[in-house]
């Protein structure tokens, strides 16, 4: 029985420390915005030359709006930084429904995600505590994916890589 | 076996972390929306015309329409598949030649593809296609006289109107 912990912890540690090695979230609280509310609306207007997935597409588009992420525990260290949106996102019936993407000021990179998928915003050595950036927000919903209205989180996520 | 236990407590704590604080409510604004074209579209009514051979009046040839009608419908709304729409033709004003009319029961269709099936006026409202939201259908109907009343010779002339609804 004590090999079969031994063996346990051996396997568990190493795996424990790559983790806290590879991904940590990001506090985003000091963001002045919390609550982030969009209106979709249909895409394609007045046509009728549209596709069945011109015909269901939903936009809707934000003004920039700041984010503000605490790096501080990582200030002198190289990391990549990457906002992930989750899996279960309340409202969508399909992952493929629903695509944020984003412009930015330049402090992070512009991208685009799905839900479960993931995009670099940053790579480099952290020079500040608090790192900010203000998001250009661009959402593209198939309505046949929605249930109901959306609500979710965007993670950021920081990966300190070793020299 | 403590040992054991704190580690598993550890694993736990760090897969779970709650700090992010910015929420995304994406909110549906999109008014449901039907939309019909019948022909050419815009404000212009759409004409078939059938020229019957005076030797042929009433023999039962089938007479073709002078061209195809395209007719498109689309509808959409959330959640997909919630609404029933219904397209219907309303045929029950006959085609007149002054005093002289001639029933809509004379005339039926083929659809090239059959999205919107083939059929023939009854003469009232019918309904041509139900289908549920988010989709768009579009079809071309050939329209033919059948000749098998017997009419006073002259020009005669009716108008069906197609319509679209969604609850």
Not at chain 2, 66 to 77: E, F, H, L, P, S
């Amino acid at each position: 029985m004590k090999k079969g912990i031994t063996h346990f912890l051996c396997v568990l540690l190493p795996c424990l420390l790559c983790n806290s090695v590879l991904a940590e979230r990001l506090d985003d609280r000091l963001s002045p915005q919390q609550e982030l509310n969009f209106q979709l609306n249909w895409q394609a207007r007045n046509r009728f030359d549209l596709s069945d997935e011109q015909l269901n597409a939903l936009v809707a588009q934000s003004n920039p709006i700041e984010t503000r992420l605490d790096t501080s525990a990582y200030v002198g260290q190289n990391a990549r930084i990457f906002l992930q949106l989750p899996v279960d996102i309340q409202g969508l019936k399909s992952l493929q429904g629903l695509r944020m993407s984003w412009t930015t000021r330049g402090r992070f990179a512009d991208g685009s995600v799905t839900p479960g998928g993931r995009s670099l915003l940053f790579e480099g050595t952290i020079t500040e505590a608090v790192m900010t950036d203000f998001f250009s927000y661009r959402f593209e919903l198939d309505s046949r994916s929605m249930l109901h209205d959306l609500r979710f989180e965007p993670v950021y996520d920081i990966e300190i890589q070793k020299p | 076996m403590n040992r054991l236990n704190l580690f598993a407590g550890l694993l736990v704590s760090g897969l779970t972390p709650t700090l992010n604080a910015q929420v995304i409510n994406l909110k549906n604004s999109a008014v449901p929306e039907i939309s019909i074209r019948v022909g050419g579209g815009g404000k212009a009514i759409s004409t078939v015309v059938f020229d019957i051979p005076a030797t042929n009046v009433a023999d039962g040839t089938p007479i073709p329409g002078g061209k195809k009608i395209r007719i498109d419908v689309q509808a959409r709304a959330t959640p997909s598949n919630s609404r029933l729409v219904s397209l219907q033709a309303d045929s029950s004003q006959p085609l007149t030649n002054g005093s002289i009319v001639l029933p809509f029961t004379e005339f039926y269709w083929t659809a090239k593809k059959g999205d919107i099936p083939s059929g023939v006026f009854n003469g009232g409202t019918q309904v041509l296609l139900e289908f549920f939201n988010s989709r768009r259908i579009f079809d071309m109907h050939d329209y033919v006289y059948a000749n098998t009343l017997p009419v006073a010779v002259g020009t005669y002339n009716g108008q069906v109107v197609y319509t679209l609804t969604m609850p």
